[in-house]
């Protein structure tokens, strides 16, 4: 029993790499591999593009007059602006949402929609490579657990010998008092 015993093991190099992949319960290491770092790089600097464009839209001096809050919002997973209901074919673009009272309509402007494409297609390659790398560590713990599975049915085997390996002349929980012959 030692040799299946001392066949149980953890294994420090996929526990490691668990905690090395996963920061949180909502977030993933960006340097899992190189290319979710080289993507989210480059997601970072779309984003702050995006960001930029539109900040110089909204303060510019043709397009202010027609926000109707200086902020940079997102709608449909899209980078939009708020402009105000009567200005709305003022700034071209596409409209994504409009507000509750209906005085505000969320438009992507037609100079950040193709950059919101840009930034969605590394959203699903992102996504993609976090699928690629919980399915390599899956693939690592299926593994062991099939290992640990097969050991565990060795052992169980085994331990359904040891009767048959105790001499039956010995009674098993008795102390010696009771095997005194008169």
């Known amino acids: 029993l030692e040799s299946f015993f001392s066949s149980l093991y953890s294994n420090p190099s996929i526990e490691n790499s668990i905690f090395f992949f996963i920061i949180d319960e909502d977030n993933i290491a960006d340097n899992v591999s190189s290319k979710l770092s080289s993507l989210r790089r480059n997601k970072k600097k779309l984003e702050s593009d995006i960001k930029e464009i539109l900040n110089k839209l909204i303060h ?7 926000i109707m809050e200086s902020i940079i919002t997102i709608r449909n997973d ?3 602006i708020p402009v105000k ?10 409209i994504h949402d409009i507000s509750s ?3 505000t309509v969320f438009i992507e402007p037609l100079a950040v929609f193709e950059y ?3 930034l ?3 959203k699903v390659e992102e996504a ?37 390996i105790i001499d039956d002349s010995v009674p098993l929980g008795k102390d010696d008092s009771e095997n005194v012959e008169v």
């Open 128 to 164: 993609n490579e976090l699928k690629a790398k919980v399915s390599e560590i899956n693939e690592m713990l299926v593994k062991i657990e099939e290992d640990e599975t097969k050991l565990a049915e060795e052992i169980k085997t085994r331990m359904m010998t040891i009767p048959n």
């Open 78 to 80: 899209r980078y939009v």
């Open 60 to 66: 510019s001096s043709t397009y202010s007059k027609y």
């Open 120 to 122: 969605n297609n590394l």
């Open 85 to 94: 209901q009567e200005y709305r074919s003022q700034v071209k673009g596409f």
């Open 101 to 103: 009272s209906g005085s």
């Open 116 to 118: 919101n494409n840009q």
